[in-house]
């Protein structure tokens, strides 16, 4: 990896960029600008920028998706996989005594293809469980081994092949107190420390971890959370790591994320950010996804500053592939991916945060190409992209253009500077993604409004 740029240089560099965005531009790439403090290379996936910092970059993914651009960007960016859904129990046992394994096992090929791990998720939960399970009445030592059965049976399929298990999910209430749930209230606390040991039996070589959320930052349940973990090693129950979720808000990453990192990896277990995501009220605009770009940094920068901070893990690597908008009702934009698979400021957050630096590639337009598509159309207005690809040859700086013929008229912009003159469009790179790199390309977006007709116009790459 090349040597990060030194700070006067960066700050030359930015300020240079931002007397250059200021003059005669859109707010929009103002702020895109202002909320990135160094230059960024797209070209190195995150997984090469992860592993030099001996660092695992993981994605929850919908193993039906794994196909064309989901798949392509999931195989070449991570180099770890959590099964969204598929391994939890409402889906791999739907009908006591009848398993489907197919999503499972799809990621799982999926991940060894691609040279990836797969962190399990996960096996002793409250939630999504089969109705057949919640809805029966079981004594305590039908339960114990209903969930026996279940971890051998699942680890077990899945030996040597799962790096790693969040074997028990979401233990605590948010006061430090033990939940009240299934395994909780039939087999009392003890069912943690079983389920772990059952794991362990089933597969020796994988990790085994405790996942909450709302236990990134020092506070009563990730206390609550460390002294169980501190109590388990105590007495030689096995237990190699906490999953940190992170399900977070724009501009509140907890200022004690590192220091209750680094209190967990001084317990002597492993740390993993297992869910990474930073949600926003929508829409999204430049400045929130300026701030996100800085929340995924700091996010990142903690990991990377713990060595037994083993895995980072988006929950979902794209906005179309998020469970956000389902759940918390005008929220959204959450993921480091746009909706159209185009890398948001928050992947060069990530990236930045993993030493990610800038190449300068010679400059040439040959081999270039921007091609201008609409995304999506509603009555009065459309959103659009244009990317530009370049094939034996690179760019160290983009701009594009082409004329209006129908009275399009842009309101919004990207991953991109954009103004508009009458009917002339003009588009720079923002800060973040001047460089193309041979076999590489970048994508921008834009909002604009149309009537009576929407036709493509002729772009042009200077
Ligand atoms: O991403 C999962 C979503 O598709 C499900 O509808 C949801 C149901 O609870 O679970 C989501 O994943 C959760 C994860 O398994 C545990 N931590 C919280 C995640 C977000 O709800």
């Given at each position: 990896?090349?040597?990060?740029?030194?700070?006067s240089?960066?700050?030359?560099s930015?300020?240079?960029r931002?007397?250059a965005?200021?003059?005669?531009?859109?707010?929009?790439?103002?702020l895109l600008?202002?909320?990135?403090?160094s230059?960024h290379?797209?070209d190195?996936?995150?997984?090469?920028?992860?592993?030099?910092?001996?660092?695992i970059?993981?994605?929850a993914?919908t193993?039906?998706?794994?196909t064309?651009?989901?798949?392509?960007?999931?195989?070449a960016?991570?180099?770890?996989l959590?099964?969204?859904?598929?391994m939890?129990?409402?889906?791999?046992?739907?009908t006591?005594?009848?398993?489907?394994?197919?999503?499972?096992?799809?990621i799982?090929a999926?991940?060894?293809a691609?040279n990836?791990q797969v962190?399990?998720?996960t096996?002793a939960?409250?939630?999504?469980n089969?109705?057949?399970?919640?809805?029966?009445s079981?004594?305590?030592?039908?339960l114990?081994?209903?969930l026996q059965?279940?971890?051998?049976?699942?680890?077990?399929r899945?030996?040597?092949k799962?790096?790693a298990w969040?074997?028990?999910?979401?233990?605590f209430?948010?006061?430090?107190?033990y939940?009240?749930?299934?395994w909780?209230?039939?087999?009392?606390?003890?069912?943690?420390?079983?389920?772990?040991?059952w794991?362990?039996?089933a597969d020796?070589?994988?990790?085994l971890?405790?996942n909450?959320y709302?236990?990134?930052g020092?506070?009563?349940?990730?206390?609550?959370?460390?002294?169980?973990?501190k109590?388990?090693?105590?007495?030689g129950?096995?237990?190699?790591?906490?999953?940190?979720?992170?399900?977070?808000?724009?501009?509140?990453v907890?200022?004690?994320l590192?220091?209750?990192?680094?209190r967990f990896a001084d317990?002597?277990?492993?740390?993993a950010?297992?869910?990474?995501d930073?949600?926003?009220a929508?829409?999204?605009?430049?400045?929130?996804l300026?701030?996100?770009?800085?929340?995924?940094?700091?996010v990142t920068a903690a990991?990377?500053?713990?060595?037994?901070?083993?895995?980072?893990?988006?929950?979902?690597?794209?906005?179309s592939?998020s469970?956000?908008?389902?759940?918390?009702?005008?929220?959204?934009?959450?993921t480091?991916?746009?909706?159209?698979?185009?890398?948001?400021p928050a992947?060069?957050?990530?990236?930045?945060?993993?030493?990610?630096?800038?190449?300068?590639?010679?400059?040439?337009?040959?081999?270039?190409?921007?091609?201008?598509?609409?995304?999506?159309?509603?009555?009065?207005?459309f959103?659009?992209?244009?990317k530009?690809?370049?094939s034996?040859?690179?760019?160290?700086?983009?701009?594009?253009?082409w004329?209006?013929?129908?009275g399009?008229?842009?309101?919004?912009?990207w991953?991109a500077?954009?103004?508009?003159?009458?009917?002339?469009v003009?588009?720079?790179?923002?800060?973040?993604?001047?460089?193309v790199?041979?076999?590489?390309s970048?994508?921008?977006?834009?909002?604009?409004?149309?009537?009576?007709?929407?036709?493509?116009?002729?772009?042009?790459?200077r």
């Amino acid at each position: 990896m090349s040597p990060s740029r030194s700070s006067s240089v960066r700050s030359t560099s930015l300020r240079a960029r931002l007397v250059a965005v200021l003059t005669g531009v859109t707010a929009v790439g103002a702020l895109l600008a202002a909320g990135m403090t160094s230059a960024h290379a797209a070209d190195t996936p995150l997984r090469d920028l992860a592993a030099a910092k001996g660092k695992i970059i993981g994605t929850a993914v919908t193993g039906s998706k794994l196909t064309g651009t989901y798949g392509d960007i999931a195989g070449a960016q991570f180099n770890s996989l959590t099964p969204g859904n598929a391994m939890k129990w409402g889906s791999v046992e739907p009908t006591q005594g009848t398993f489907n394994w197919t999503e499972a096992d799809q990621i799982v090929a999926f991940a060894q293809a691609h040279n990836q791990q797969v962190r399990g998720h996960t096996l002793a939960w409250h939630n999504q469980n089969p109705s057949w399970l919640t809805n029966g009445s079981w004594t305590s030592a039908q339960l114990s081994s209903l969930l026996q059965n279940h971890i051998g049976t699942e680890v077990g399929r899945y030996r040597g092949k799962i790096a790693a298990w969040d074997v028990v999910n979401e233990p605590f209430n948010e006061d430090g107190t033990y939940r009240s749930t299934l395994w909780y209230n039939g087999l009392g606390v003890d069912y943690i420390a079983s389920a772990l040991t059952w794991a362990r039996a089933a597969d020796p070589a994988a990790k085994l971890y405790i996942n909450d959320y709302n236990v990134e930052g020092v506070n009563a349940k990730s206390t609550a959370l460390y002294n169980l973990v501190k109590s388990l090693k105590e007495r030689g129950v096995p237990i190699d790591g906490v999953g940190l979720q992170a399900h977070l808000i724009l501009g509140q990453v907890p200022s004690t994320l590192q220091q209750n990192i680094q209190r967990f990896a001084d317990l002597g277990v492993d740390v993993a950010i297992t869910e990474l995501d930073i949600r926003m009220a929508l829409p999204a605009d430049s400045t929130k996804l300026a701030q996100q770009a800085a929340d995924y940094k700091s996010v990142t920068a903690a990991c990377v500053a713990v060595t037994r901070c083993v895995n980072l893990t988006v929950w979902g690597f794209t906005d179309s592939d998020s469970w956000v908008p389902g759940t918390f009702s005008g929220y959204g934009a959450a993921t480091p991916y746009d909706e159209n698979y185009a890398p948001k400021p928050a992947y060069y957050g990530i990236a930045e945060a993993l030493g990610g630096t800038t190449t300068t590639p010679p400059p040439t337009t040959g081999g270039c190409t921007a091609t201008y598509s609409v995304v999506s159309q509603w009555d009065a207005g459309f959103t659009g992209q244009v990317k530009i690809a370049c094939s034996g040859a690179s760019l160290s700086s983009w701009k594009v253009g082409w004329t209006y013929g129908a009275g399009q008229q842009i309101s919004q912009a990207w991953n991109a500077t954009c103004t508009q003159s009458g009917a002339a469009v003009s588009c720079a790179n923002a800060s973040y993604n001047e460089a193309v790199a041979d076999g590489g390309s970048v994508t921008f977006g834009f909002n604009a409004s149309w009537s009576g007709s929407n036709p493509v116009p002729t772009v042009t790459l200077r």
